[in-house]
Nanobody, 125 residues
Framework: QVQLVESGGDSVQTGGSLRLSCTIS????????IAWFRQAPGKQREGVAA????????SYADSAKGRATISRDSNKNTVYLQMNSLKPEDTAMYYC??????????????????WGQGTQVTVSS
């Protein structure tokens, strides 16, 4: 069992920045990828960024390239999503996800076993 808890969501102005955190606990042995997804009301859930574990290697959606950075802290218990130059279109519930299996499409939500409950990001005009 893997437990993921997101935090750091907030309401910000266009152009602002946020750093989301995903704390990981439970049976973490064998986790292969940790990723961030988002879902706005009435829209499909979409991948934002993913991090292959050991060695850590990031992958980004086109919409996030140049504005987002995914990383893991030194004690390995937390994965971050730093988001800059936020736009109203970034408004969504953001979810952290993890998988223990080898996957091809790291930004597809069907690739992931475990999910957190989400943290809300709201970007106003």
């Amino acid at each position: 069992q893997v437990q993921l808890v997101e935090s750091g969501g907030d309401s910000v102005q266009t152009g602002g920045s946020l750093r989301l955190s995903c704390t990981i606990s439970g049976d973490t042995d064998g986790i292969y990828v940790i990723a961030w997804f988002r879902q706005a009301p009435g829209k499909q859930r979409e991948g934002v960024a993913a991090l292959y574990i050991d060695p850590d290697k990031p992958s980004y959606a086109d919409s996030a390239k140049g504005r987002a950075t995914i990383s893991r802290d030194s004690n390995k218990n937390t994965v971050y999503l730093q988001m800059n130059s936020l736009k109203p279109e970034d408004t969504a519930m953001y979810y952290c996800a993890a998988t223990k299996r080898t996957i091809i499409h790291v930004l597809s939500n069907s690739s992931y076993h475990y999910w957190g409950q989400g943290t809300q990001v709201t970007v106003s005009s």
